[in-house]
């Protein structure tokens, strides 16, 4: 008799701890699940992208391409992706190229219009133009260039408040912000 309730209590002491190790194992399997499909559901609410590139051509043939390392997609409008470490490269007629470099960029894809900022240098034929603001637009075929803005050319370095580039004619317009201050012209000869 004794054997019997022994052997009833180590039986009822198995059960008890396989009931036990099977709700383990399906909690943990459950909140696994949940993790996962959690992870998945950030992943498709992320606007994230990597390796951003953009095209687009206008009616007198010229080329705009843009590249980044990474974009985000504005959230209140999805037209507006902001980059970082942005190159991008404009051709002229086919013939010319603007070379043109930033840390970020704010590039609108409904009319392509972009905007870089910190760091921004652009190569233009012989010509060099540092500043950490660029406003380029295919509508106005302008470039705004603002901040801290150092020209170079073959002959001359310019400091200047701004540079704007006419894109059809290739007219370049320096001023300052401030009237009573000169544009710096430093001679290199």
Known sequence: MYKKKILILLSIFFFLITIIICLKLYRNTDLSKKNADE???EKSNSNTIFNVEYYAKDAENNEFII?????????????IIFLKNVNAVIKLNEKEKILISADFGKYNNNNFDTIFSKNVLINYSEKKIKSE???FSILRNSMIISKNVIYTDAENILKTDVVEI??????????????QKKV???NKN
């Not at 590249?67 to 037209?79: M, P, Q, W």
């Not at 006419?166 to 009237?179: A, G, H, I, T, Y």
């Open 39 to 41: 992870q998945i559901s």
């Open 166 to 179: 006419n894109m059809k004619s290739k007219d370049f317009k320096f001023f300052m912000f401030d009237k």
């Open 184 to 186: 710096q012209l430093i």
């Open 133 to 135: 603001y660029l406003d």
């Open 67 to 79: 590249k980044a390392k990474e974009g985000e997609i504005d959230l209140n409008d999805s037209s």
